[in-house]
């Protein structure tokens, strides 16, 4: 099970309909706009009723907050008769996995007093989930009818959808989920070429992602591994806009991951590692614990 952010298949409902509170001066906050950022497990046999909230403050998360909307007794089924997961799976508590700053216990507070008492918000991610889960396929991929099509992808500019922002990123334990949707878009694409190009092997990958790193807004031969790459990138990018110093990062930090395991496993260490993790996720997840 892994969580996915709903803009990520959903763009254009998440950039509508996504709540945001507005924090005046004078409060335990700082002023501004908090955004919440919904996220959904993408394994389609589980039917946990339940979404982390990435709260975003100036295009950063601040805070990952756990929350259920139904009542306990379903948690405590769902968690074969165990108090205590019941008691986290409906929250809302601060994820232990997610993000941690100096903020947020006191935006976990805000959540509470505002975002649990605000009823359009709690009906809107209960159909969010219901959406997100009708477009998963058996494998927690996009349903072809939600897949970016690729003749629209070839006619987008690359460059026209990075944000402002040039500061350099550092991908982290403490920003990853932040990166997350860039990151699988990068490794979906590397695995679905892999399945249309048995013969590939872990030298290929860590080659055509340096030529993607060296060359980003490059036009890539038809049919590449490079090619396939950025039109993950399009995707994700039009789902969430990154600037072009972390989609820069996102490549690196997947480059880093095939040069290690294809250093760990041998030849094919990186793409059997993605393949085990895109064929089964569940069981891939229940190995690592």
């Given amino acids: 099970m892994m969580m996915e952010m709903f803009c990520n298949r959903f763009p254009e409902v998440a950039e509508k309909e996504t709540r945001c509170v507005i924090i005046p001066e004078g409060n335990p906050l700082p002023a501004g706009d908090y955004y919440m950022a919904e996220s959904f497990c993408n394994d389609k046999k589980c039917d946990c009723r339940r979404a982390f909230i990435n709260v975003i403050y100036n295009d950063k998360i601040i805070a990952t907050i756990g929350f259920g909307w139904e009542d306990s007794a379903f948690y405590k089924k769902w968690a074969h008769g165990d108090k205590e997961i019941a008691v986290n799976m409906k929250g809302p508590i601060l994820e232990l996995g997610g993000v941690y700053t100096k903020y947020s216990e006191r935006v976990l507070v805000l959540f509470k007093e505002i975002m649990m008492h605000d009823e359009v918000f709690l009906e809107r991610l209960k159909d969010h989930y219901k959406m997100f889960k009708e477009a998963l396929d058996e494998n927690g991929n996009r349903d072809a009818e939600t897949e970016p099509k690729k003749e629209a992808l070839q006619g987008i500019e690359l460059a026209s959808l990075f944000k402002g922002s040039k500061e350099s990123v550092v991908i982290d334990s403490n920003n990853t989920g932040y990166y997350e949707p860039l990151l699988m878009a990068i490794e979906q694409a590397i695995y679905g070429y892999y399945q249309e ?30 090619q396939g790459i950025v039109f993950g990138l399009k995707a994700g990018l039009l789902a969430y806009r990154y ?31 993605i393949s085990k993790f895109f064929d089964n996720p569940e069981k891939f997840g229940d190995e690592d614990d």
């Avoid at 048995?198 to 030529?211: C, G, Q, T």
């Fill in 197 to 226: 190009c048995p013969s590939l092997k872990d030298k290929n990958v860590i080659a055509s992602l340096k030529n993607v790193r060296n060359n980003l807004c490059s036009d890539f031969e038809e049919g590449s591994l490079e």
């Fill in 243 to 273: 600037s072009e110093a972390e989609v820069l990062a996102c490549v690196s930090k997947v480059l880093n991951s095939a040069k290690l395991h294809r250093a760990e496993s041998g030849s094919r260490g990186y793409l059997g590692f």
